[in-house]
């Protein structure tokens, strides 16, 4: 084969993995190559992995057992592994699977198409090196050819990296230490975006909104060109073009009076936030290092909610870390009805190998960690169902992402409150496209999304405040 030119990318986890996975992609394809849907049609083959849990970890090796078949059905196709599993194991995955080609890390993603024509020479790497250098943030702008996966959407890394050291967590081994971005080159990033046609940024970070916090802390913000967090978000909604902000994930104990304020002055930041709180138990939130307590978590979520009333809130939540009894159990459970999450994401607690909570004992009994699983989410779905109902006949403005799960013509979107919404159809001789804004009157509610009636329908490419910049400068002109 003479050279490789077509790639398929495999991404498991969190979407700091899938924005990682755009980044190789927009890198693959300023060398020429090009993305395929399938891995039949592709000559390489990459696997961006998670370690947040071992089911993740685990599909992983399983996946790479049944690639050795695909690998030799053609000569000269290259394998790769990266993200968190690489960052963490490196080499190791090399040695056990003698049909992967290369392993990279989280700060070696630029290294990708050097590392592919190593491999079609024959030579077998695994470059998993920690960098402070703020050069992994140096990529190019995104290409002519490649098209995005979500247009009118688009993610931004503003920060990597977490120094909190969560005792159940391996993202500070697997991610390193906190770095901050500068703020121009975020600014720059977020104009270049919005003059291809992107309306709605998710600021992304493991602690998103600790950005900045340490240049602050030392007095060298100025030199680092670093702000605080609630300055960075004024300064991108200011961006011509950009009509919604988004952030993931914070950490509670870097919520500012700034930040909040911000949820009720910016017109452009969506009203919703995923705040992960893990355990309504301030026991087990001490033994899982969070530096909170369950008076102050619902302390925040009082703030929010004077800032901007209508905010919904989301969240992450663990069930059995060792140690939990049913009255730590139970109050999480209190927790989430005082609160009423709109939804949440909750998971038994997986021991990984590395972190301070492998060494705890009293591991609680799988079956009981499902119990209180199965327990949690129901409570949740009964929330989740009622938050939605509660918004039947309300009117609301829906980005449009593609095609519904639902099929049948149907088309999906996420609303300001990141609720999905599915659409039977626009208005007669309406075309819609992913990447429209459009305004939807909810008219049904089910427990995981909402049904919304189409009322009218706009290009975002089209309209808003970048088309109101144009009418202004042909006025000057």
Same mark, same amino acid.
């Not at 790639?7 to 993305?35: P, S, W």
């Given at each position: 084969?003479?050279?490789?030119?077509?790639?398929?990318?495999?991404?498991?986890?969190?979407?700091?993995?899938?924005?990682?996975?755009?980044?190789?992609?927009?890198?693959?394809?300023?060398?020429?190559?090009?993305?395929?849907?399938?891995?039949?049609?592709?000559?390489?083959?990459?696997?961006?992995?998670?370690?947040?849990?071992?089911?993740?970890?685990?599909?992983?090796?399983?996946?790479? =057992?049944?690639?050795?078949?695909?690998?030799?059905?053609?000569?000269?196709?290259?394998?790769?592994?990266?993200?968190?599993?690489?960052?963490?194991? =490196?080499?190791?995955?090399?040695?056990?699977?003698?049909?992967?080609?290369? $392993?990279?890390?989280?700060?070696?993603?630029?290294?990708?198409?050097?590392?592919?024509?190593?491999?079609?020479?024959?030579?077998?790497?695994?470059?998993?090196?920690?960098?402070?250098?703020?050069?992994?943030?140096?990529?190019?702008?995104?290409?002519?050819?490649?098209?995005?996966?979500?247009?009118?959407?688009?993610?931004?890394?503003?920060?990597?990296?977490?120094?909190?050291?969560?005792?159940?967590?391996? $993202?500070?081994?697997?991610?390193?230490?906190?770095?901050?971005?500068?703020?121009?080159?975020?600014?720059?990033?977020?104009?270049? %975006?919005? =003059?291809?046609? $992107?309306?709605?940024?998710?600021?992304?970070?493991?602690?998103?909104?600790?950005?900045?916090?340490?240049?602050?802390?030392?007095?060298?913000?100025?030199?680092?060109?670093? %702000?605080?967090?609630?300055?960075?978000?004024?300064? %991108?909604?200011?961006?011509?073009?950009?009509?919604?902000?988004?952030?993931?994930?914070?950490?509670?104990?870097?919520?500012?009076?700034?930040?909040?304020?911000?949820?009720?002055?910016?017109?452009?930041?969506?009203?919703?936030?995923?705040?992960?709180?893990?355990?309504?138990?301030?026991?087990?939130?001490?033994?899982?290092?969070?530096?909170?307590?369950?008076?102050?978590?619902?302390?925040?979520?009082?703030?929010?909610?004077?800032?901007?009333?209508?905010?919904?809130?989301?969240?992450?939540?663990?069930?059995?870390?060792? =140690?939990?009894?049913?009255?730590?159990?139970?109050?999480?459970?209190?927790?989430?009805?005082? $609160?009423?999450?709109?939804?949440?994401?909750?998971?038994?607690?997986?021991?990984?190998?590395?972190?301070?909570?492998?060494?705890?004992?009293?591991?609680?009994?799988?079956?009981?960690?499902?119990?209180?699983?199965?327990?949690?989410?129901?409570?949740?779905?009964?929330?989740?169902?009622?938050?939605?109902?509660?918004?039947?006949?309300?009117?609301?403005?829906?980005?449009?992402?593609?095609?519904?799960?639902?099929?049948?013509?149907?088309?999906?979107?996420?609303?300001?409150?990141?609720?999905?919404?599915?659409?039977?159809?626009?208005?007669?001789?309406?075309?819609?496209?992913?990447?429209?804004?459009?305004?939807?009157?909810?008219?049904?509610?089910?427990?995981?999304?909402?049904?919304?009636?189409?009322?009218?329908?706009?290009?975002?490419?089209?309209?808003?405040?970048?088309?109101?910049?144009?009418?202004?400068?042909?006025? %000057?002109?």
């Amino acid at each position: 084969m003479a050279s490789v030119r077509r790639f398929f990318i495999r991404t498991y986890g969190c979407q700091m993995n899938a924005h990682d996975t755009e980044k190789v992609a927009n890198l693959l394809y300023h060398r020429g190559y090009v993305e395929v849907g399938h891995p039949d049609d592709a000559d390489l083959l990459l696997i961006n992995t998670c370690s947040i849990r071992e089911k993740a970890e685990n599909r992983l090796y399983s996946d790479l =057992g049944m690639l050795r078949q695909w690998k030799e059905a053609v000569p000269g196709r290259v394998l790769g592994v990266g993200g968190c599993v690489a960052q963490q194991e =490196g080499s190791a995955i090399l040695r056990r699977f003698v049909h992967l080609d290369f $392993v990279f890390g989280t700060h070696n993603l630029r290294r990708v198409p050097a590392m592919v024509e190593a491999a079609r020479s024959g030579t077998r790497q695994s470059r998993t090196e920690a960098f402070r250098s703020l050069d992994r943030f140096d990529l190019p702008e995104r290409h002519p050819a490649y098209a995005s996966q979500t247009p009118g959407r688009a993610m931004v890394t503003v920060m990597e990296g977490c120094d909190m050291f969560c005792s159940f967590c391996i $993202v500070p081994i697997t991610r390193g230490r906190e770095i901050s971005r500068p703020a121009e080159h975020i600014v720059q990033e977020a104009e270049s %975006l919005a =003059g291809e046609g $992107v309306r709605e940024l998710t600021l992304l970070g493991q602690a998103v909104n600790a950005y900045g916090r340490h240049d602050l802390r030392r007095g060298q913000a100025r030199a680092a060109g670093t %702000l605080a967090f609630g300055q960075l978000l004024e300064r %991108l909604a200011a961006v011509p073009g950009i009509e919604r902000l988004r952030y993931t994930s914070p950490h509670p104990v870097f919520f500012d009076r700034e930040l909040i304020r911000a949820h009720g002055e910016l017109a452009e930041l969506c009203p919703h936030v995923h705040l992960p709180v893990q355990s309504g138990s301030d026991r087990i939130l001490g033994a899982m290092r969070r530096r909170y307590t369950a008076a102050e978590y619902r302390r925040i979520v009082r703030s929010l909610r004077q800032s901007r009333p209508d905010i919904a809130i989301t969240t992450d939540l663990i069930v059995g870390f060792p =140690g939990e009894t049913d009255a730590d159990f139970e109050a999480t459970l209190e927790l989430v009805r005082d $609160v009423g999450f709109v939804d949440a994401y909750s998971f038994k607690y997986s021991l990984r190998p590395g972190t301070a909570a492998a060494e705890l004992d009293r591991t609680i009994p799988r079956e009981v960690a499902q119990e209180r699983l199965e327990a949690l989410q129901e409570l949740q779905s009964g929330l989740t169902l009622a938050a939605h109902r509660a918004r039947v006949g309300e009117e609301t403005e829906v980005l449009v992402e593609g095609e519904s799960r639902r099929r049948g013509g149907q088309l999906q979107g996420r609303d300001p409150y990141h609720r999905v919404v599915n659409l039977p159809g626009g208005p007669a001789g309406s075309r819609i496209e992913a990447g429209d804004l459009l305004v939807a009157r909810i008219v049904e509610a089910t427990p995981h999304s909402l049904i919304g009636a189409v009322q009218s329908a706009r290009s975002v490419k089209k309209e808003g405040r970048l088309a109101d910049e144009e009418e202004r400068q042909t006025a %000057l002109a």
